[in-house]
């Protein structure tokens, strides 16, 4: 790894340390370099706080060094007043006069404006240092600009001859490691959804238990509104949306919103547009068959990470695990189990 790639790589680092807290805004991490060395660092802590470039800058006693400095950057510095001022303002301010930059932000609002910005007023640009990895440190903000729709994460645990489960069995295939796992993911995306049957079958609580962080928003997908007295889900922390066909009027539970939508065709793509209008960028979609079956005949999906247990289901009433074609982009055994994740080869983010 050059050196160029090893301060970006320390951006995503420090990018990374805000999963779960941004959204809608994009995870970005700062550093500043004098002489080889990193003498600042910072990131996006909170939406409507200070950007990255800003933090990294502050970090700073002396900020006379700023012009013998270089900032490292793992998105594109923001040319727009939204929240804040533009970083690119304080770049010029603060006279450094080298900005390295993994990825071009997608938003219209800035989408190379900073980088020309920078440029014309006699700043050295460098683009593009570990690009394709600097995408995948804020999936939900890239989805949303450029897919239009949260980044869809399909999770399921299959048995070693592919199958997800029994019919009205709760069956166990994942293990304490995966299940840890499974909610580190739950505290990074900003929202899970189930269908009715996994809801009726295993009674899960779909909170984030066993990491730091958040939990997820929580979607039930019931048509008739109605859940079992002992749900669960009712008891986690975190707000639940039960999506069902019929009126919000029939039928009411504590901390939980009601979306009427239609159970037709369209129903995925308007959970979908839902959640971006909340401005919940991902979602985990974490079963049943069915439910991840529709996800993937509609094409409405980014990343499958599917748990391979190392023991057959053989029963008469088996449930075949989905079928997930797409592009492996990481193997790992993780106790007994295997993760496999995979990439959708149509996903744009
Ligand atoms: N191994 C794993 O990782 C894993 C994970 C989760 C669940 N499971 C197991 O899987 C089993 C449940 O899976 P399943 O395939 O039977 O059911 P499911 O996907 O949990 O739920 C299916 C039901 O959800 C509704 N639904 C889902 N998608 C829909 C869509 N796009 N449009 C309209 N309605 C939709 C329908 O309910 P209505 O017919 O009521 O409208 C449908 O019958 C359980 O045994 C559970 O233990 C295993």
């Given at each position: 790894m050059s050196q160029h790639q090893l301060f970006i790589q320390r951006c995503f680092e420090l990018a990374l340390l805000a999963n779960g807290k941004v959204t809608p805004n994009p995870k970005v991490g700062a550093v500043i370099v004098h002489n080889g060395k990193i003498i600042g660092e910072g990131y996006h802590r909170f939406p409507g706080g200070p950007h990255a470039e800003i933090n990294a800058i502050n970090s700073?006693?002396?900020?006379?060094?700023l012009p013998y400095c270089s900032i490292y950057v793992s998105l594109e510095p923001c040319n727009n007043f939204g929240k804040?001022?533009?970083?690119v303002e304080s770049i010029l301010k603060y006279k450094i006069p080298e900005v390295y930059i993994s990825v071009i932000d997608p938003n219209p609002l800035t989408m190379g404006k900073s980088v020309e910005k920078l440029k014309a007023a006699g700043v050295k640009v460098t683009l593009n240092i570990l690009s394709e990895k600097g995408k995948t440190v804020s999936p939900g903000f890239f989805s949303s600009i450029i897919n239009k729709r949260p980044y869809v994460v399909l999770k399921f645990a299959q048995s070693l001859?592919?199958?997800?489960g029994v019919a009205n069995t709760n069956v166990w295939i994942s293990n304490p490691y995966t299940k840890r796992l499974t909610h580190k993911w739950r505290s990074e995306l900003n929202a899970i959804i189930v269908g009715s049957n996994t809801l009726l079958v295993?009674?899960?609580?779909?909170?984030?238990?066993?990491?730091f962080g958040k939990s997820p928003v929580k979607l039930l997908l019931k048509r008739n509104g109605v859940l079992p007295k002992d749900a669960a889900v009712l008891r986690s922390a975190g707000k639940t949306i039960i999506v069902s066909?019929?009126?919000?009027?029939t039928f009411s539970y504590p901390n939980t919103d009601i979306w009427q939508l239609p159970?037709?065709?369209d129903l995925l793509k308007n959970i979908l547009a839902n959640l971006k209008k909340e401005g919940l960028n991902s979602l985990l979609v974490e079963g049943g068959a069915t439910l991840i079956n529709h996800f993937i005949q509609q094409d409405l999906w980014d990343e499958a990470r599917i748990f391979t247990g190392n023991h057959s289901i053989n029963h008469p009433d088996s449930i075949p695990a989905p079928t997930i074609e797409g592009t492996l982009i990481n193997s790992t055994n993780i106790g007994d189990n295997l993760l496999q994740v995979i990439k959708n080869k149509k996903s744009l983010a």
């Amino acid at each position: 790894m050059s050196q160029h790639q090893l301060f970006i790589q320390r951006c995503f680092e420090l990018a990374l340390l805000a999963n779960g807290k941004v959204t809608p805004n994009p995870k970005v991490g700062a550093v500043i370099v004098h002489n080889g060395k990193i003498i600042g660092e910072g990131y996006h802590r909170f939406p409507g706080g200070p950007h990255a470039e800003i933090n990294a800058i502050n970090s700073l006693t002396n900020k006379e060094l700023l012009p013998y400095c270089s900032i490292y950057v793992s998105l594109e510095p923001c040319n727009n007043f939204g929240k804040t001022p533009p970083c690119v303002e304080s770049i010029l301010k603060y006279k450094i006069p080298e900005v390295y930059i993994s990825v071009i932000d997608p938003n219209p609002l800035t989408m190379g404006k900073s980088v020309e910005k920078l440029k014309a007023a006699g700043v050295k640009v460098t683009l593009n240092i570990l690009s394709e990895k600097g995408k995948t440190v804020s999936p939900g903000f890239f989805s949303s600009i450029i897919n239009k729709r949260p980044y869809v994460v399909l999770k399921f645990a299959q048995s070693l001859n592919k199958k997800i489960g029994v019919a009205n069995t709760n069956v166990w295939i994942s293990n304490p490691y995966t299940k840890r796992l499974t909610h580190k993911w739950r505290s990074e995306l900003n929202a899970i959804i189930v269908g009715s049957n996994t809801l009726l079958v295993d009674n899960p609580m779909l909170n984030n238990r066993l990491y730091f962080g958040k939990s997820p928003v929580k979607l039930l997908l019931k048509r008739n509104g109605v859940l079992p007295k002992d749900a669960a889900v009712l008891r986690s922390a975190g707000k639940t949306i039960i999506v069902s066909d019929l009126s919000p009027k029939t039928f009411s539970y504590p901390n939980t919103d009601i979306w009427q939508l239609p159970f037709d065709d369209d129903l995925l793509k308007n959970i979908l547009a839902n959640l971006k209008k909340e401005g919940l960028n991902s979602l985990l979609v974490e079963g049943g068959a069915t439910l991840i079956n529709h996800f993937i005949q509609q094409d409405l999906w980014d990343e499958a990470r599917i748990f391979t247990g190392n023991h057959s289901i053989n029963h008469p009433d088996s449930i075949p695990a989905p079928t997930i074609e797409g592009t492996l982009i990481n193997s790992t055994n993780i106790g007994d189990n295997l993760l496999q994740v995979i990439k959708n080869k149509k996903s744009l983010a």
